[in-house]
């Protein structure tokens, strides 16, 4: 059986939790979870540390293997244990999905996660209201970027759903959750229609819902 280190809080490990849900491998049946990081601790014993020496959340293993970086693992897991194949193996779909993946993880995610950080995990007398709204403003023009994408395909990598649209509509679930919670902290959200219809389309025809975190307890 797999064994899954992380929180459920944890965007990461959600990444990795959708990623399964799609495979329709579960939770206490085909793999093991195990909270762990932030209030959990666990991951920064000699343990984890030996599978993951950054002491960092998700980290897989599965047999001999362990692995973590979050994106990384949604690529092993539908290369390795996509057996009804849910998602695209086409190498024009592959390595659309992959550059999307790099995106969030390179360029959209450091924007927006100074927002999230200064509002969700910095004391508010500490807190740089000037940056966080800049970053949420520059990640709305990064977010504009895959809406022209959109504009001439339902998902991020063509016609069909593929691991690389998972992490885009985690980090776009937080960009609305901000905005709904800290609405004056964060300034306007940009209003894109492309987008908009790529999160109902995800919400209705995956597994998303299993992993979204609709209220805030992102903050813990």
């Given at each position: 059986?797999?064994?899954?280190?992380?929180?459920?809080?944890?965007?990461?490990?959600?990444?990795?939790?959708?990623?399964?849900?799609?495979?329709?491998?579960?939770?206490?049946?085909?793999?093991?979870?195990?909270?762990?990081?932030?209030?959990?601790?666990?991951?920064?014993?000699?343990?984890?540390?030996?599978?993951?020496?950054?002491?960092?959340?998700?980290?897989?293993?599965?047999?001999?293997?362990?692995?973590?970086?979050?994106?990384?693992?949604?690529?092993?897991?539908?290369?390795?244990?996509?057996?009804?194949?849910?998602?695209?193996?086409?190498?024009?779909?592959?390595?659309?999905?992959?550059?999307?993946?790099?995106?969030?993880?390179?360029?959209?995610?450091?924007?927006?996660?100074?927002?999230?950080?200064?509002?969700?995990?910095?004391?508010?007398?500490?807190?740089?209201?000037?940056?966080?709204?800049?970053?949420?403003?520059?990640?709305?023009?990064?977010?504009?970027?895959?809406?022209?994408?959109?504009?001439?395909?339902?998902?991020?990598?063509?016609?069909?759903?593929?691991?690389?649209?998972?992490?885009?509509?985690?980090?776009?679930?937080?960009?609305?959750?901000?905005?709904?919670?800290?609405?004056?902290?964060?300034?306007?959200r940009l209003t894109l229609h492309n987008l908009d219809a790529w999160m109902k389309r995800i919400e209705e025809g995956t597994q998303y819902?299993?992993?979204?975190?609709?209220?805030?307890?992102?903050?813990?």
């Amino acid at each position: 059986m797999m064994r899954l280190w992380g929180r459920k809080s944890s965007i990461n490990v959600q990444k990795v939790l959708w990623c399964l849900a799609e495979l329709g491998l579960k939770e206490g049946e085909d793999f093991e979870r195990i909270d762990a990081g932030l209030d959990f601790g666990k991951n920064r014993t000699p343990e984890f540390l030996a599978l993951n020496p950054n002491g960092l959340v998700p980290t897989l293993e599965d047999g001999d293997l362990a692995l973590w970086e979050s994106n990384t693992i949604l690529r092993y897991l539908a290369h390795q244990h996509d057996l009804s194949k849910r998602f695209p193996t086409n190498i024009a779909g592959q390595y659309s999905s992959e550059k999307w993946m790099d995106w969030q993880l390179g360029t959209m995610w450091p924007t927006l996660r100074v927002t999230f950080l200064g509002l969700t995990r910095t004391p508010e007398s500490e807190r740089n209201y000037g940056a966080i709204r800049k970053a949420y403003q520059d990640t709305n023009a990064l977010l504009g970027l895959l809406d022209q994408q959109l504009a001439n395909q339902p998902y991020c990598s063509g016609n069909t759903f593929n691991i690389g649209d998972i992490p885009l509509a985690l980090c776009v679930s937080r960009w609305n959750l901000l905005h709904q919670t800290f609405p004056d902290q964060t300034g306007p959200r940009l209003t894109l229609h492309n987008l908009d219809a790529w999160m109902k389309r995800i919400e209705e025809g995956t597994q998303y819902s299993l992993v979204a975190e609709k209220e805030l307890n992102i903050v813990k």
